[in-house]
């Protein structure tokens, strides 16, 4: 049967949980998520190998619950799409002109 995803839970698909944030020498921010892509088709895969039980299907989308997570990396080797991983974003520093003198 089909859950519906609510707000927080339809964040949780987009961005996943934050394992890292972190600003390096030159000033760029580094935010590690790890989460699961729309690449996923809810085969389910992945949930029989999580040993805490924190993926479920929802809405045809594996959805990890973020507080039971521990970041073990059964369901990535699970995933034959290579639908879960760790997303890294690169937010560079404001431009000196942007900053207040
Ligand atoms: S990393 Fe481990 S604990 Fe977290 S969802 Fe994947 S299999 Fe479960
Ligand atoms: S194994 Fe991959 S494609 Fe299948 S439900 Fe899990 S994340 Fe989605």
Redesign the pocket.
């Known amino acids: 049967m089909e859950e519906k995803l609510n707000d927080q839970e339809l964040e949780k698909v987009s961005g996943g949980k934050v394992i890292n944030d972190y600003t390096d020498p030159a000033g760029n921010r580094h935010i590690v998520n790890f989460g ?2 729309d ?9 029989n ?1 999580c040993p805490m039980q924190a ?1 479920r ?1 929802v809405g045809n ?2 959805t990890i619950n973020e507080s039971d997570c521990i970041l073990c990396y059964y ?1 990535v080797d ?7 991983l760790e997303k890294e974003t690169i937010i560079p520093p404001e431009p000196a002109s942007a900053q207040q003198s």
Not at 78 to 84: D, E, F, K, R, V
């Open positions: 699961v892509l690449l996923c088709v809810g085969c389910g895969a992945c949930v190998k993926i299907i989308v594996a369901c699970a995933c034959y799409l290579g639908s879960i």
